[in-house]
């Protein structure tokens, strides 16, 4: 998935579609698009054009999900979506509801500027590239940054 800016809800569905809503306080989304490509089990999602102040999106996946997201700036909220997640956000705040940790075999997390709180592993850090990585029991991989701002895994 490549987001525009904005402030989104990614969330896990047990419909197993993959849908798209947005809006603004404005009243309209302006000259968005929306591109989805899906071959196979596998799906890519492309959100551009979007408005600058207010723009909220909301995108339901289906719960058992591989997640590989970038977004420029803004607030990226995931929930409820098990599977290996890839998740970058440059400027914002990013917010991971992981599930139970020990669902994961390998966590990567980290921040160039700002806050990193994972308590689920303990994990509180502010400052400048701040960063930490878990190896468990489970089957998933989770890759989390952000470049300035905070990062919350749930």
Known sequence: ??????????????????RVS???RHGDGGDVRV???V????????VTGCRHN??????????SSSLYVRMFAGELNVRDVSGDKNVEVHFGQL???LGDPSDYARVEASVNS?????????VSKGGLFRSFERSGPGRYRIYAH???GELDLR
């Open 54 to 63: 207010n723009f909220q999106m909301r995108i339901e996946v289906p719960k």
């Open 114 to 122: 700002g806050d990193l709180e994972a308590p689920s592993f303990d």
């Open 22 to 24: 947005y809006g603004s």
């Open 95 to 97: 917010s991971i509801d």
């Open 39 to 46: 071959s196979g089990d596998e799906a890519s999602l492309r």
């Open 146 to 148: 952000v470049g300035a």
């Open 1 to 18: 998935m490549e987001l525009c800016s904005s402030g989104t809800e990614l969330l896990g569905s047990d419909d197993g579609m993959l």
């Open 35 to 37: 591109r989805i490509r």
